[in-house]
């Protein structure tokens, strides 16, 4: 994944750029970068790791050897980003969001004759670098994007600041993620994430449209191409990886997980699997308010039965070791005795992606006292890997723990099943739940339906994205 942060100013806006994209930091945890434009100077940049240390105190000394009236900012959990680059439009910073899946035909196709580019590890391509290079192909921004929307498979969200100072946004070309203006006296903001320009004085102006085009100054926003007709937003931004002040084509995100969890209280109630429960529990933080949707709505108590200590550890997905990982998500966890010992436990977690860490908190909250220890899902098991965000760093579909039972109870031919093992009314799908539930040691497990967690977001389905569960493009 990744967010971006940008502002066109009449007045410096380092400061604000600074703390506006690190707002986007629960976006990436691998690189961050800031490009500026200063009219005497020109355009500069800086990119820095930020997998050990976080944005802020990484950008510190940033405010000392840069400044300028427009700015934009990246996280990034991939390229180093924004990226520099010449050409005959001009010289100009961009950074991209989303995955390109076709690189390498791209790059064959169009590219074959046009230079070289920087391999990453392991040989791939910048992304970054090759949607400039495409869209330097065109006579200008508008039409190189365009070209770009058109002959990229997956996903591009586009931020340029351009060397006069002025900012061009593009959205997606289905809007699987938002872009956000927002507007005050000094100039314009654009931000993934609204609360991060609403914080920093900005009032909303508007969401861009899927595949929508906009030159940005001072003076105001100019469409360069119009919204398209189809969109398919990420579901899972409202249900993981969006953050809970934030609202998407108008739906909260914080609402929409209370929603969502007593939905699931109702589906238990309605089956009559409601578990003997002393606590309903939320894994923190992205599961805690579906856990308070499903305590409300069942009124069960709802309680903190463990506390992350987060001021000297780092997220528990930064490490590329998988050890790693869960190593420091058991420092992480800090137990409150009274409301684990000797208790029946029901967990709510936003997914279930490859169930390590999640056994690795099971075992934990038994090792700490529970009797019994329950699951919920907030959305369906993940079948497929996303092919469109990066949001998984799953190398393979089998590292996902419910494919993996599936093969398992069932060979390869299982595989072609999937409706039926989503389905928990069916007994492809009882069976499933009960072998994870056995794999991870929980008293029981259920997930949200796919249309509980459509009914949540309250959009209609053919404008969402539901790839990474039901594998429909």
Not at 403 to 409: F, G, M, P
Request: charged share 25%; net charge negative.
């Amino acid at each position: 994944m990744g967010g971006y942060f940008g502002i066109v100013s009449k007045q410096d806006c380092m400061e604000d750029v600074f703390f506006g994209t690190d707002y986007h930091s629960h976006l990436g945890t691998r690189r961050a970068g800031i490009a500026v434009y200063d009219p005497e100077i020109g355009l500069q940049r800086q990119i820095h790791s930020i997998q050990t240390t976080p944005f802020r105190a990484r950008f510190k000394g940033i405010f000392e050897e840069m400044g300028g009236t427009s700015a934009i900012g990246c996280i990034s959990d991939f390229y180093p980003q924004p990226l520099l680059i010449r050409s005959k439009l001009g010289t100009y910073a961009i950074c991209v969001t989303g995955a390109v899946n076709n690189a390498d035909e791209l790059v064959d196709t169009y590219l074959a004759d046009g230079g070289h580019f920087d391999a990453m590890t392991g040989g791939g391509v910048n992304v970054t670098e090759l949607v400039g290079a495409l869209i330097n192909l065109k006579n200008d921004f508008a039409q190189g994007i365009r070209f770009v929307q058109q002959q990229v498979e997956g996903t591009a969200s586009i931020l340029i600041l351009k060397d006069d100072g002025s900012l061009i946004a593009a959205r997606d070309k289905v809007g699987r993620l938002p872009i956000w203006i927002g507007k005050r006296e000094d100039g314009y903001s654009v931000s993934f994430e609204p609360f991060a320009h609403q914080k920093l004085g900005f009032e909303d102006e508007r969401e861009l449209g899927p595949g929508e085009i906009v030159h940005i100054t001072t003076e105001g926003v100019t469409t360069l191409a119009p919204a398209g007709e189809e969109m398919r937003m990420c579901a899972f931004l409202w249900s993981y990886y969006g953050f809970s002040t934030s609202a998407y084509e108008g739906v909260n995100v914080e609402l929409m997980r209370y929603r969502n969890g007593a939905l699931m209280a109702k589906q238990d109630n309605e089956k009559g699997t409601v578990a003997d429960v002393d606590y309903v529990c939320g894994m923190p933080d992205s599961g805690t308010p579906h856990a308070i949707g499903y305590a409300n709505e069942s009124h069960l108590p709802f309680a903190r039965a463990y506390i992350k200590y987060t001021p000297t550890w780092s997220r528990s997905f930064t490490p590329s070791k998988q050890s790693d990982r869960n190593r420091i998500a058991k420092m992480k966890q800090i137990p409150v005795p009274a409301l684990i010992e000797d208790k029946n436990l029901l967990l709510v977690d936003d997914s279930i992606v490859r169930g390590t860490q999640l056994k690795e908190t099971v075992d934990f909250l038994y090792e700490s006292g529970a009797r019994t220890v329950h699951m919920r899902s907030a959305c369906p098991p993940i079948m497929f890997n996303c092919k469109y965000l990066n949001f998984s760093r799953s190398n393979s579909e089998m590292d996902l723990i419910a494919r993996r039972t599936i093969v398992e109870l069932e060979g390869e031919e299982g595989l072609a099943y999937l409706d039926e093992y989503c389905d928990g009314n069916t007994q492809r799908g009882k069976n499933l739940r009960a072998a994870m539930a056995e794999k991870l040691h929980l008293g029981s497990l259920d997930f949200q339906s796919l249309e509980g967690v459509i009914e949540a977001i309250g959009i209609e389905p053919c404008k969402l994205c539901t790839y990474c569960w039901n594998g429909k493009e």
